[in-house]
């Protein structure tokens, strides 16, 4: 059994089922029993008992937000504060200390918003200490409460052809809001005299899931400038004491993402601008020496974001989404984390089979379109490099374009475009940004350049009713200092107003049923996709190598992705140098590896881009295409479901991941490439646990005749396997 196990077990107070392995049976043991405490629902198997709930105390102390898993309770009186932040599945407490519910700066002015002093230590908070602590008279003030339930943050047009089952939307779930004003004996009487300030907060049925955002209304008669806020500000408890500072801090209990996030990594902690866990220099009580422990979490834009508020207009901040792990477990903790982009976003589960086509000219167009329909594709992208111009204002062009659309329409497949953004100039150097770009260069949103560049896209995907952008180089996250751009008035306030400007686009592509292929973090925006692994010099590699590559990069990149939100790459025709060692075409000539290339893609649940000018140019080719595609939609729930990562590529052995579902008929889909040049016949662990399967298993190889078997102590059964030289096969679990 894999040694984290036990320990997990300890740490949340039982024992751990150790049956030995078998000496006949190879693979990981992931948990079983050991994930949750024996006798309990675990909720990434069941989540339906875990319904949100706002609990208000009788005598009006106090507010609860619980749904089983996570609890946050907000002291009322004489301050609103948070004064618990509990991991109910494994009983531990989050905070240790009081902070204020969020902080501003106006005009100028500081303010926090909320918040008690007085607690006497922070390594820990006693509830008998919340009597004798009291509000800071120069924080804003609570006032009152509502509850509700949770609302959508946009609209969504959904493609249910493309989505293995339908999903809510909103994410169920309830929602509190509380109001903060000046109090009357704050010193500043200025411009906070005639704010309120709201915190709102949401927590959703099924998933150790909150949510947390500010609004700021200006209730007065004179404009008020919001030059700073943070939405977000916990005391958490430290996972580690470290006297000294180790080269690698661990965090603490928390995964915290925002939807203010960017920065072209194609990873959310790459993305995560907002989310900053610092030093907290009032905790002088800790073990650490130098009082460095990152242990205060703050969500707060780095720089500005410098918005003036009208008379009786409001501010929104972004939101913040924070998740409460149950294990220190790398598979569970991934299993939660895309729990939460299926629930947060679940247009991630939109997952169609798209061709990159290489010429925009009609005849090329039409005739992808023709075979992407003989072979079950869904979607073509009219691809970087293939004439295709989304900045062309001739009526005439849109046109043109439109006219493919609906001919693809007409076959059941969505046709869009390539844009770039990032990464190039604008029309003038007056309409860039003004200072260090992610990529060199960076267009200027607020600049008129940028309006207009946005204002073309929505005009050009209304036009010719479009069904998908590729927008490559999304806004990185770059700022503009200069001072006569006309929607940001200098630095302070451009790094926001761009990021505005961008997902309110991508927001508006969502609602109109738009599909965003989108190299960054945008998911919670509206973004469909990014890169599962994507480094382009390796298509020059010669084609043997490819095939393993590509697998490490779906095993990796399915760790904190769906595999609905990764797309990878198949070059058809030569790209990025290679020669005919590195090349598909001819596809008849090839076709062995192009048929590995599609077990490797469908049989991951994860769509890869197609670039040429066809899919297959001899019946045998087209044969193999269709069979896999197919192969995907015949399996298409379970295979866009959990996937759990059991052995890696390396070319030595066989490979091998499990899709996982107890919600379907298929509750599992087991994928073993064998990358030798012989057979390999062997029996493997596999471990059931998430598939909901308690007892016995029907398991069948591909569309044979299924067996029972009985599953161990440890939710597993011993599977004996024959894989074919340089071949693959599946095993679905019922």
């Known amino acids: 059994m894999n040694s984290l196990f036990p320990l997990l077990a300890l740490v949340l107070g039982f024992e751990a089922a150790s049956a030995p392995m078998s000496a006949s049976a190879e693979g990981p043991r992931l948990p079983s029993s050991a994930s949750h405490p024996a006798g309990a629902v675990d909720w990434l198997i069941n989540p339906a008992p875990f319904v949100a709930r706002v609990i208000e105390g009788a005598d009006g102390k106090e507010v609860e937000l619980s749904n089983g898993l996570v609890r946050r309770i907000i002291r009322l009186r004489p301050n609103a504060t948070t004064v618990a932040l509990d991991n109910l599945m494994t009983g531990a407490p989050l905070l240790r200390a009081v902070r204020p519910e969020a902080r501003v700066e106006l005009d100028g002015v500081k303010y926090e918003v909320g918040g008690l002093v007085g607690q006497p230590i922070q390594n820990y908070l006693k509830p008998a200490w919340l009597d004798q602590m009291r509000a800071d008279p120069a924080a804003l003030r609570f006032v009152g409460l509502k509850t509700g339930k949770t609302e959508t943050r946009f609209a969504w047009k959904k493609h249910r052809e493309w989505m293995p089952g339908d999903r809510p939307w909103p994410l169920p779930g309830v929602s509190l809001t509380l109001e903060f004003a000046r109090a009357d004996a704050h010193p ?38 919001l030059n700073a806020f943070t939405s977000e500000i916990l005391a958490a408890v430290e996972p580690e004491s470290a006297v000294g500072n180790p080269q690698r801090w661990e965090l603490p209990g928390l995964q915290v993402e925002t939807d203010y996030a960017f920065g072209g990594s194609m990873s959310a902690e790459g993305s995560a601008a907002s989310v900053h866990w610092l030093a907290d220099p009032s905790y002088t009580s800790q073990v650490n020496y130098d009082l460095q422990t990152p242990c205060l979490l703050e969500c707060r834009p780095p720089l500005g974001p410098d918005q003036v508020i009208e008379p009786g207009g409001t501010f929104e901040s972004f939101r913040t989404f924070e998740l409460v792990p149950d294990s220190t477990e790398r598979e569970r903790r991934g299993l939660a984390q895309r729990r939460m982009y299926r629930a947060l976003a679940p247009w991630v589960t939109e997952n169609p089979v798209l061709m990159h086509v290489r010429s925009a000219k009609p005849d090329a167009v039409r005739l992808a379109v023709d075979q992407c329909a003989a072979v079950g594709f869904e979607m073509i992208i009219l691809t970087f490099g293939s004439g295709f111009d989304f900045e062309n204002h001739a009526p005439a062009y849109q046109a043109q374009i439109k006219e ?18 990032a990464s190039r100039g604008a029309a003038t150097a007056a309409d ?21 560049y946005l204002a073309q896209l929505r005009h050009f995907i209304s036009t010719a009713d479009l069904g998908v952008l590729e927008h490559d180089g999304s806004y990185p996250g770059d700022t503009c200092a200069s001072t006569n751009h006309p929607f940001h008035r200098g630095l302070d306030d451009s790094q926001w107003v761009q990021w505005r400007a961008i997902t309110d686009f991508y927001k508006w592509c969502r609602g109109q049923g738009v599909y965003l292929n989108i190299p960054d973090w945008y998911f919670l925006n509206g973004g469909n996709k990014t890169g599962m692994g994507y480094r382009e010099v390796n298509w020059s590699l010669p084609r043997e190598y490819q095939e393993i590559i590509e697998r490490q990069n779906i095993f990796d990149g399915t760790w904190e992705k769906t595999p609905g939100m990764g797309w990878m790459f198949v070059p058809l025709t030569e790209y990025q140098g290679g020669g005919a060692a590195a090349t598909i075409e001819p596809l008849k000539d090839h076709l062995p590896h192009y048929e590995q290339r ?77 990358p030798l040049d012989r057979e390999v016949s062997r029996t493997l662990n596999v471990p059931l646990y998430y598939s909901g399967l308690t007892r016995t298993a029907s398991i069948r190889e591909q569309e044979g005749k299924a067996r029972n078997y009985a599953l161990d102590r440890d939710y597993a059964v011993a599977l004996p396997v024959k894989v074919p030289a340089h071949g693959e096969t599946w095993f679905v679990v019922e």
Not at 203 to 220: E, Q
């Open 598 to 674: 599609l077990a490797n893609l469908f049989g991951a649940g994860v769509i890869a881009c197609y670039r040429g000018p066809r899919l297959y140019d001899s019946d045998a080719t087209k044969a193999v295409v269709k069979k896999w595609v197919d192969f995907y939609k015949r399996h298409r729930a379970i295979l866009n479901s959990d996937l759990l990562h059991l052995r890696r590529a390396d070319g030595r052995d066989l490979d091998y991941l499990l899709h996982v579902n107890p919600a379907l008929k298929e509750k599992g889909l087991l994928m073993v490439y064998n």
């Open 404 to 421: 493919l659309a609906d001919y693809a329409r007409s076959k059941g497949i969505a046709l869009g475009g390539y844009s770039l953004l």
């Open 432 to 452: 860039n940004c003004v200072g260090k770009a992610t990529f060199g260069v960076m267009p200027c949103l607020g600049a008129q350049w940028g309006r207009d």
């Open 188 to 225: 500043d009487a200025a411009a906070s005299a005639a704010v309120t300030i709201q915190v709102h907060y949401e927590l959703y049925d099924g998933l150790p899931l909150l949510s947390k955002w500010i609004t700021v209304r200006n209730g007065g008669g004179q404009p008020v400038r």
